[in-house]
């Protein structure tokens, strides 16, 4: 079956950096765009950024635009979330997540069970 565990959370301090990974597994992670997506606690979904199987970046959404870099490495079937100069309002329980298909935009069908990221000084 589908797995997909995230690690690299933690409590950060405003503009400091994290990086967190998803192993994944029961599936061909090189034929499957993924994503990362994050849920400000008491708030609803906000969709991070995606990447395509041959390393295409979907634009990442205003908020972390510039700071925060998706990655992924085929042979190690990980990917990647590179956070810098985090910020307060960054705190949120972040999720891995397959798409549907090659692409993003027709649907994420897996989650991860999230990990948290807190930045507080």
């Known amino acids: 079956q589908v797995q997909l565990v995230e690690s690299g959370g933690g409590l950060v301090q405003p503009g400091g950096s994290l990086r967190l990974s998803c192993a994944a597994s029961?599936?061909?992670?090189?034929?499957?765009?993924m994503s990362w997506v994050r849920q400000v606690p008491g708030k609803g979904l906000e969709w991070v950024s995606s990447?395509?199987?041959?390393?295409?970046?979907?634009p990442s959404a205003d908020s972390v635009k510039g700071r925060f870099t998706i990655s992924r490495d085929n042979a190690k079937n990980t990917l990647y979330l590179q956070m810098n100069n985090l910020k307060v309002e960054d705190t949120a329980v972040y999720y891995c997540t397959k798409e549907r298909t090659n692409v993003h935009g027709n649907g994420m069908d897996n989650w991860g069970e999230g990990i948290l990221v807190t930045v507080s000084s």
């Open positions: 029961g599936f061909d992670f090189s034929d499957y765009a």
């Open positions: 990447i395509w199987i041959g390393g295409t970046v979907t």
